[in-house]
């Protein structure tokens, strides 16, 4: 899994605001997709675009990175670092493959 990070951000010539990501980090992770009660929960039915990410804690990771997995970038939602056994675990959602610079 490659840990990016946000290296310039500036305003688009309508306002909106780009980012230009780069790699922070390639770090070690078990993922999984999350669907079925995570779904149902928010009220919709969607394709699974939400993961679950399982990797060793480090405190250079926060909801400011993005996850890039198998091709596909995908936004931090929550992060829940763990001191007793050192992992920390992190659920994504996908970031739409048309508007990946803009937050």
Same mark, same amino acid.
């Given at each position: 899994?490659?840990?990016l990070?946000?290296?310039?951000?500036r305003r688009s010539?309508?306002?909106g605001q780009?980012?230009?990501w780069g790699t922070l980090r390639h770090q070690w992770a078990c993922v999984r $997709?999350?669907?079925g009660t995570s779904a149902l929960q928010q009220g919709e039915m969607w394709l699974p675009s939400s993961i679950s990410v399982l990797m060793r804690y480090t405190a250079e990771i926060t909801e400011?990175?993005?996850?890039k997995w198998q091709s596909k970038? $995908?936004?931090i939602v929550s992060l829940n670092g763990s001191k007793i056994d050192g992992t920390l675990t992190i659920v994504a959602?996908?970031?739409d493959e048309g508007q990946q610079g803009v937050e």
């Open positions: 899994m490659e840990v990070e946000p290296l310039n951000i010539p309508t306002g780009i980012v230009d $997709y999350l669907r400011r990175n993005r996850l970038t $995908y936004k959602d996908l970031v």
